[in-house]
């Protein structure tokens, strides 16, 4: 009997002994695993991610469907013209210039200092101002992917990537749907970028900075949030809550730009 007691024992000691090292095993090649997938450049990771959206958002719906068929969808839901929502904010901008009635009559929902922003396209024939407002998105979009980034970066060690990223949204379904409206949020997000640059790389630009940010704040409201950008050191918490209260202050008073009543319909 004490043979067999001493036999089991040992056999499960065994047992036990090549478990633990089965599990060692399997944690270093986990580990080694997920090193190996840590130390991919970035610019794997940026190409993984495209792979990953142009399967499931173009091959799986257009080609991978239930109904066995092609199913290829309207790629942008155009109206008749392009450039409505851009027509539509000029129309705004000329209720309050030219009629005198406040730009929320029509159903505005921008800030309205932003109606004071295309105002200067009211004496252009509106193909005109769609041309010099898309060739200005256009341009925003470059200072966002080619020239800050490039300003950021060493050029030749991010340039592979910078270049993937600008090819990428320049193709993009929501480039394109913005020059198609005519929106501005490509410009709203150009003028946050570049504060945010001026700010941390030109110290005697930082009132220009202020002022940028505040245009695509008073533009779309969102960009409020890249404030916090504007902070360099966070120990300095006393200057940080002075800025961060005279952008708010500035901001919040520039939307009764058009008047208390105009700021009520906004």
């Known amino acids: 009997w004490g043979d067999c007691f001493f036999l089991k024992v040992k056999n499960l000691s065994i047992s036990s002994g ?3 090292l089965t599990q060692v095993v399997i944690r270093m090649k986990l580990t080694s695993i997920i090193d190996n997938i840590s130390n991919w450049k970035i610019v794997t990771w940026v190409l993984l991610g495209l792979a990953v959206g142009y399967f499931l958002f173009f091959i799986q719906p257009v080609f991978i469907n239930s ?3 092609m199913q290829f969808f309207e790629y942008i839901p155009t109206f008749g013209q392009a450039g409505m929502d851009l027509e539509t904010t000029i129309w705004y901008a000329k209720l309050w210039v030219v009629n005198g009635y406040s730009p929320y009559v029509g159903g505005g929902t921008f800030p309205p200092l932003a109606h004071v922003f295309f105002v200067p ?6 193909p005109i ?4 407002f898309t060739a200005f998105t256009l341009l925003c979009f470059l ?3 080619l020239w800050i980034p490039y300003q950021l970066f060493e050029a030749e060690r991010k340039k592979t990537l910078i ?3 600008f090819i990428s949204g320049l193709f993009s379904y929501g480039l394109q749907f913005e020059i198609e409206r005519g929106q501005f949020s490509v410009i709203a997000y150009a003028l946050s970028l570049l504060s945010i640059y001026l700010f941390h790389r030109h110290e005697r630009a930082m009132p220009l900075s202020y002022i940028l940010l505040s245009i695509a704040v008073q533009l779309k409201i969102y960009p409020a949030i890249f404030a916090v950008m504007l902070i360099k050191d966070w120990r300095v918490w006393k200057d940080n809550l002075k800025r961060m209260i005279g952008l708010a202050a500035f901001n919040i008073l520039a939307l009764f730009s058009l008047g208390t009543q105009n700021f009520r319909d906004f």
Do not use: E, K, P, V
């Open 18 to 20: 090549a478990l633990i």
């Open 67 to 69: 109904s066995q068929a």
């Open 121 to 126: 396209l009211l004496s252009l024939d509106f």
């Open 129 to 132: 101002a769609y041309r010099i």
């Open 143 to 145: 200072l966002t992917t």
């Open 163 to 165: 270049l993937l990223i």
